[in-house]
């Protein structure tokens, strides 16, 4: 092997990860789809428990219900995703949850042969899109709450006194005003997701943190690999910045409060 | 022939504040009501009681009829047909002028864009913003505003018309341009309920106008009636500070 020696600088061995290169492709293929899903995924959860968390009713017994089945139940939520780290949840979600659900012995889901090729080949993705959108959604739903908390109470209560029901005013008034103001913080956890993703491949997801490992295994070089790495997961949060801040650009306008 | 609105002993407790105590008023049809008095007597809650964006304590709101507290009764519908103008304006900042007025009929009224637009353009050109329809609610002055926000509630085609306070968020010389598109609208015959503390405008448009204290409605009458002979000491008090 040591024939071919590529050195960069006179230390990085190019050759390494020249040799690795489709590895290194598939990790950053994985890595973007995984952290793709859960985005969009996160985002729709985040939505829902952050409505929920601001469930409210006109009348006493209806107001008692969203309190004890929507309300509590989401804060509960939020609170644990929020109170417990990340990497906990994923060895939760890989070695107890996921095995809950899909088991060729009795899984409560999937059962027999298609829960072991299940398991087999997608575990760890399920593993890590599952656990991804899970904690994603926990630390949207904050940015929604407070997205929404932040308009005005005038702009609700103009849009229902015309008619609207409350589904109408959220979706037609009171979310595209929230969206703006909920940009710079989706953007941030969108960066977040993309670093976090890399948790992931302690339970196996062939993604590019699991590719820098398999390299460095292989070679016993570590500058190289997670060097290399390193450079994608900048390059990527830069991308993904960049794209935030036109969007910003592009939504911020027509809003004077 | 029954009441536009009829209010029915209501009373409204913030916590341990009572806002209203055992109101019972009413709104006939085609009539312009004027509710005037101190602030932090009520008069807002009240009208926001009339649409249910307040909820009451106890006692009743009926408008045509139809009881807006009640659960059975679909708040949305009634709301179709009872327009409000705030004292903030409230427009919808992230539309246009012509988008903040076509946005109700065109989901609650079946209306094509079209139609809606058509619509938005005759109302907006009779309040006299017609040349800013395609500007945003922050290029506007607060006059021209407060037009738009009333013609965004005509739009609907409501049989009641609530203002909240109208003018008094707007620099001197823009209330007139909003009493006078309300004056037009009183005319026309539209049945409204007015808070306001333009005693002019009162005296001048008014059928009746009710006075309310510390949440109780203690004087009802005729502009006349109530602004040369008050009845009540309270309402001369109040009035000789206004007048």
Aim: aromatic share 8%; glycine share 8%; proline share 4%.
């Amino acid at each position: 092997m040591d024939e071919q020696q590529i050195l960069w600088f006179g230390w990085f061995r190019a050759d390494i990860i020249k040799e690795y290169e489709p590895l290194f492709w598939e990790g950053l293929r994985m890595t973007v789809g995984v952290t793709a899903v859960c985005i969009v995924q996160g985002t729709l959860l985040g939505l829902l428990l952050g409505l929920a968390r601001l469930a409210d009713a006109r009348h006493p017994l209806s107001k008692t219900l969203c309190r004890v089945l929507l309300r509590w139940p989401a804060t509960v939520y939020v609170s644990f995703f929020r109170g417990t780290p990340l990497f906990v949840q994923i060895l939760l979600m890989h070695f107890a949850v996921v095995p809950l659900f899909v088991n060729p012995a009795d899984g409560w889901l999937v059962a027999g042969d298609t829960a072991r090729d299940l398991r087999q080949n997608y575990g760890a993705v399920i593993t890590g899109i599952v656990s991804l959108t899970l904690n994603a959604g926990a630390y949207i739903s904050e940015i929604f709450r407070a997205g929404i908390q932040s308009i005005d109470r005038g702009q609700m209560e103009a849009a229902r006194s015309l008619g609207l029901s409350y589904a109408q005013a959220m979706y037609h008034v009171v979310l595209p005003q929230a969206f703006r103001r909920m940009l710079p913080p989706l953007g941030n956890n969108a960066i977040a997701l993309l670093k976090d993703s890399s948790l992931v491949s302690a339970v196996g997801l062939a993604e590019l943190a699991y590719a820098a490992r398999t390299v460095a295994g292989a070679y016993s070089r570590y500058w190289e690999p997670y060097l290399t790495i390193s450079v994608m997961y900048w390059t990527l949060t830069l991308l993904l910045a960049w794209g935030v801040r036109h969007l910003e650009a592009r939504y911020g306008r027509g809003d004077s409060r | 022939m029954d009441a536009a609105i009829r209010v029915d002993r209501l009373s409204k407790r913030f916590g341990r504040l009572d806002v209203l105590r055992d109101v019972s008023c009413a709104v006939g049809e085609g009539e312009v009501v004027c509710i005037i008095g101190p602030s932090g007597s009520g008069k807002s809650t009240l009208l926001r009681c009339m649409n249910g964006l307040e909820e009451a304590t106890s006692g009743r709101v009926l408008v045509h009829g139809l009881e807006v507290h009640d659960r059975g009764t679909d708040l949305d519908a009634v709301r179709r047909e009872v327009g409000m103008v705030f004292q903030r304006f409230n427009l919808f900042p992230h539309k246009t002028v012509l988008q903040n007025v076509t946005l109700a009929p065109g989901l609650l009224r079946g209306l094509t864009a079209g139609e809606a637009r058509e619509r938005a353009e005759a109302l907006l050109a009779k309040v006299g913003v017609a040349d800013k329809r395609d500007a945003w609610p922050n290029q506007l002055s607060g006059g021209q505003q407060q037009r738009v926000a009333i013609a965004r509630a005509l739009a609907m085609q409501p049989k009641i018309m609530l203002f909240d306070e109208p003018t008094s968020s707007l620099d001197p010389e823009m209330v007139g341009e909003v009493l006078a598109v309300m004056q037009q609208l009183a005319e026309e015959g539209m049945t409204m309920a007015v808070v306001t503390h333009e005693m002019g405008f009162a005296r001048r448009v008014a059928d009746r106008v009710f006075f309310l204290d510390q949440g109780q409605l203690l004087e009802e009458g005729t502009p006349a009636a109530v602004f040369d002979q008050p009845r009540e000491e309270r309402t001369r008090q109040f009035l000789s500070k206004v007048l």
